[in-house]
């Protein structure tokens, strides 16, 4: 059964390529001590800010059978990105 609450998430962004509209992100996240790969972009500046986060398909097979709502967790992913909430190797700035 899904549920809304998720456990705990930490995002790290792992590369960052792009100019001030959008960016190429990769990274992975952690939760429930599992780490997983993810891509995004993220925009600026159009629209007010956004990122699009994409995950393979056998990862969102794991979080389903882990008991994780794989869509919930996205959005949360989105949000960290978004609000900065997220590790940035030494060097490379938040999107903006």
């Known amino acids: 059964m899904m549920r809304d609450d998720l456990p705990p998430v930490k995002v790290f962004v792992k590369n960052a390529r792009g100019s001030e509209i959008a960016s190429k992100l990769s990274g992975y996240f952690v939760v429930k001590g599992q780490e997983f790969r993810f891509t995004a972009i993220a925009f600026g500046r159009i629209g ?16 389903t059978k882990m008991g994780i709502d794989p869509e919930q967790l996205q959005l949360t992913i ?19």
Do not use: M
């Open 48 to 63: 007010g800010h956004n990122a699009s986060v994409k995950v393979a398909k056998t990862t969102i097979d794991k979080l």
């Open 78 to 96: 989105q949000r960290k990105l978004i609000e900065g909430d997220i590790t940035l190797p030494e060097g490379i700035k938040p999107p903006s």
